[in-house]
């Protein structure tokens, strides 16, 4: 990570004290990139939560919390200009990757025969046959992507994925041996469960745009890409962190602040606060000395950019509304900041 961890303001004073609650950050004050909605997001988000629904089998209780989710929300602030086709295999893969998550969460499936059969569909979507539905749910979307990605687009889709499922299955075994990984180490791999990757993939299909491969390895559009990655993940971080405590998991950037710095709760979710307005300064500070490649590459790259930042933007509004990750009340997060915390399950 190419920034220093700020200073803790909050430190523990009893190795014996719990606390209760936290006082919520407000991460949407000062936040000023633009937040624009797809035109098609209403029906097309329905007929994907319908496709999802069919394609993976789900019935109540788990049916109702998907729908509860509103991925099409999120999808439709990331992509807001890319055409109902187009929007369409945005919305179906978010869907698919959010539950696919769940899955692996709670053992429905197992993340290393996933990444098997998932990839082997995604390398040959048409001609690949399976019963496993994951591979199947990818075996839809991807025919459809691949109508008109580009090459270097589907390659780097196909590989984030890889890199998906391989984290996935190490978070997997972390959790059952109670492994906290150290804050670089945590960071590192928090990059590829996040699926950020592979959703900035996606703009440049959403964009029907491919970027050559001296842009992609650039050192500074890297660093865009991860400053845009760290944002999307932390915030994610901060918001399901209730939920995840709850659970003994400790895969979240706050308990491994709480960890390699020593401080407590408030603390690390102050200092994960100020990471995230890093991450936007990380973002900015690049897009200032981004090269140029000259004049319809550099066209690519701006939509590409433009892009990065409405993951941003949209991640940030989605996870301030959505009930998957604050619960019924989350949408008063910003009204009344003191969260209380979440009782924790029993070991």
């Not at 999808?75 to 692996?104: E, G, S």
């Not at 979507?125 to 109508?147: D, G």
């Not at 140029?292 to 066209?299: A, H, N, S, V």
Request: charged content about 20%; glycine content about 4%; hydrophobic content about 40%.
């Amino acid at each position: 990570m190419n920034s220093t961890i700020p200073a803790a303001t909050h430190t523990s004073t009893s190795v014996d004290s719990e606390p209760s609650t936290f006082i919520f950050p407000n991460l949407l004050n000062d936040f000023q990139y633009p937040l624009r909605q797809n035109p098609h997001r209403d029906p097309v988000s329905r007929a994907s939560e319908q496709w999802l629904l069919n394609g993976a089998r789900l019935v109540e209780p788990e049916s109702t919390a998907f729908l509860q989710m509103d991925a099409g929300a999120l999808t439709a602030t990331c992509y807001p200009d890319a055409d109902a086709l187009h929007f369409r295999v945005c919305v179906d893969f978010l869907n698919f990757i959010f539950t696919i998550d769940d899955w692996m969460e709670f053992g429905i499936i197992d993340a290393r025969g996933a990444r098997e059969s998932c990839i082997s569909a995604l390398r040959d979507p048409i001609n690949f046959h399976t019963e496993e539905l994951a591979a199947k749910m990818c075996k839809s979307y991807f025919s459809r992507f691949q109508v008109t990605g580009g090459p270097g687009c589907t390659e780097r889709f196909i590989q984030a994925m890889d890199l998906f499922f391989i984290a996935l299955a190490q978070q997997v075994d972390d959790y059952a041996e109670g492994r906290t990984l150290d804050l670089k180490s945590h960071i590192t791999m928090r990059r590829d469960t996040v699926c950020c990757k592979s959703v900035f993939a996606l703009i440049e299909y959403a964009a029907q745009i491919d970027l050559p491969g001296e842009v992609v390895s650039h050192p500074v559009f890297v660093a865009m890409e991860e400053a845009a990655n760290d944002h999307v993940a932390w915030v994610n971080d901060i918001f399901s962190y209730n939920k995840e405590q709850s659970r003994h998991d400790m895969h979240n950037i706050v308990p491994v602040l709480m960890l390699e710095q020593g401080i407590d709760l408030q603390g690390a979710v102050d200092c994960a606060s100020r990471l995230i307005a890093d991450a936007v300064k990380r973002f900015e500070d690049n897009r200032a000395i981004l090269p140029l490649w000259g004049e319809e590459i550099d066209k690519q790259v701006a939509l590409y950019v433009e892009g990065l930042q409405n993951w941003m933007v949209g991640s940030l509004h989605w996870h301030s509304g959505c009930l998957r990750f604050a619960g019924k009340d989350g949408h008063v997060v910003n009204q009344d900041p003191i969260m209380k915390l979440l009782p924790k399950t029993a070991l």
